[in-house]
């Protein structure tokens, strides 16, 4: 059975840091690809960030993210990362890790972790 | 960049047919999945390509797409389908995923 805990979250302010943590488990982990996805309160879903299986050298990220967001694996800690740089009250959200099948032309998230609410705040 | 748009809300009696849009350029050309996120959970994947089902949602649920519309329907709705429902595609030109606006299915 597909298992994905996340931790990391918590309040940070405008500028800070924050690295979020999904530790994957039920699967061949470095077989997939995986994404992180944010949902601000009350608001829709927002994809974040994706890195391909394996070595995890192609990685895309939404425009809103390019340049302070990167995300990572460790494939022999069968875990996904996303270190936030200068983050903005924008951020604030419950980010989700998930993991994704891809086929020729579509990928879509299969299952999620339980979510990890960031908070950016003075 | 690709854009998806759904009715905020729709509204269904108990034992009745939901079908909540999703509205895209030629959306037709492309894979749709949709996810039923229920209040303080994560969401769920309910359809994929289309018109698959993963193993364990209910056949009551259904895909379909062509055009510029997908549609995803769920015939005899019950108490326990209220939720928010959210498309999803892949934008090949940008290497995106897209979500849709979200849809909030209410069971009146």
């Known amino acids: 059975q597909v298992h994905l805990v996340q931790s990391g979250g918590g309040s940070v302010k405008p500028g800070g840091s924050l690295r979020l943590s999904c530790a994957a488990s039920?699967?061949?982990?470095?077989?997939?690809?995986m994404s992180w996805i944010r949902q601000a309160p009350g608001k829709g879903l927002e994809w974040v960030s994706f890195?391909?299986?394996?070595?995890?050298?192609?990685?895309y990220y939404a425009d809103s993210v390019k340049g302070r967001f990167t995300i990572s694996r460790d494939n022999a800690k069968n875990s996904l990362f996303l270190q936030m740089n200068n983050v903005r009250p924008e951020d604030t959200a419950v980010y989700y890790c998930?993991?994704?099948?891809?086929?020729?032309?579509?990928?879509?998230?299969?299952?999620w972790g339980q979510g990890t609410l960031v908070t950016v705040s003075s | 960049s690709y854009v998806l748009t759904q009715p905020p809300s729709v509204s269904v009696a108990p034992g009745q047919t939901a079908r909540i849009t999703c509205e895209g350029n030629?959306?037709?050309?492309?894979?749709v999945h949709w996810y039923q996120q229920k209040p303080g959970q994560a969401p769920e994947l309910v359809v994929y390509?289309?018109?698959d089902r993963p193993s364990g949602i209910p056949e009551r649920f259904s895909g379909s797409n062509s055009g510029n519309t997908a549609t995803l329907t769920i015939i005899r709705v019950e108490a326990g389908d209220e939720a928010d429902f959210f498309c999803?595609?892949?934008?090949?030109?940008?290497?995106?995923?897209?979500f849709g606006t979200g849809t909030k299915v209410s069971v009146l």
């Open positions: 998930a993991r994704d099948i891809c086929n020729t032309n579509s990928c879509h998230h299969d299952n």
């Open positions: 039920g699967f061949s982990f470095s077989d997939y690809y």
């Open positions: 890195v391909n299986s394996g070595s995890g050298t192609i990685l």
């Open positions: 030629n959306i037709g050309g492309k894979s």
């Open positions: 390509d289309d018109s």
């Open positions: 999803q595609v892949w934008d090949s030109d940008s290497d995106h995923f897209v």
